[in-house]
């Protein structure tokens, strides 16, 4: 059964394992789609089933995903599921070794270009959404100067404030709410800089 919980990734093993970039996008898919079998993965990645089924077993190697209760009755699909409700990344986890840093940066320079090629396919397709959707989407920058415990804290009230509506839209999907809703990213970097 998933963890309702983020899990926190610790260790390099794990951190390598997700960095892969079919990996990731197959995670990413796997967390938006909620269980899912190797065949339907494979569509969306566009890559082929047995290469999809090798890296979905080494996810789960890494406690990532696991098997998921069957959707049907056929007894030969395998269902995936992500084995938390996220994971989450920290710097001071990996600092203390230079190949554990390394790994680390790696890692954030794989997830932010993912981000950033998801970004464009929506600008490419921006007219195909219509006036309400684009309206709707935002794109903005702030330009602030805090201390890292207001960094640290900013960060902490965007995540509770994005869990918050999370959870509320789950909730009216269950309750058979569903007109209008789509996926939604929401990509938020806070970083120092030195003009």
Not at 11 to 30: E, F, I, M, Q, S
Not at 101 to 112: E, G
Not at 134 to 161: C, H, I, V, Y
Request: no cysteine.
């Amino acid at each position: 059964m998933a963890s309702k919980e983020n899990r926190r990734i610790t260790d390099v093993g794990t951190l390598k394992a997700l960095a892969h970039p079919l990996r990731a996008n197959l995670y990413r898919a796997l967390s938006v789609a909620g269980v899912a079998t190797a065949s339907q993965l494979a569509d969306q990645v566009d890559e082929a089933v047995s290469l999809v089924s090798y890296h979905l077993r080494k996810l789960a190697e890494h406690g990532l995903i696991e098997q998921a209760e069957p959707q049907s009755g056929d007894g030969r699909e395998r269902w995936w599921q992500p084995a938390s409700d996220g994971v989450s990344i920290h710097d001071a986890d990996f600092r203390d070794a230079p190949e554990k840093a390394a790994a680390h940066t790696a890692a954030a320079r794989l997830f932010h270009e993912q981000r950033a090629d998801l970004y464009r396919r929506y600008l490419d397709a921006r007219a195909a959404w219509g006036p309400e959707w684009n309206t709707a989407s935002q794109d903005s920058e702030s330009w602030m100067r805090l201390t890292p415990a207001e960094l640290t804290e900013f960060g902490k009230e965007l995540n509770a404030l994005a869990k918050k509506y999370d959870e509320k839209s789950r909730a009216a999907e269950a309750a058979g709410d569903t007109e209008g809703r789509e996926h939604v990213a929401l990509h938020v970097y806070g970083f120092p800089f030195r003009p």
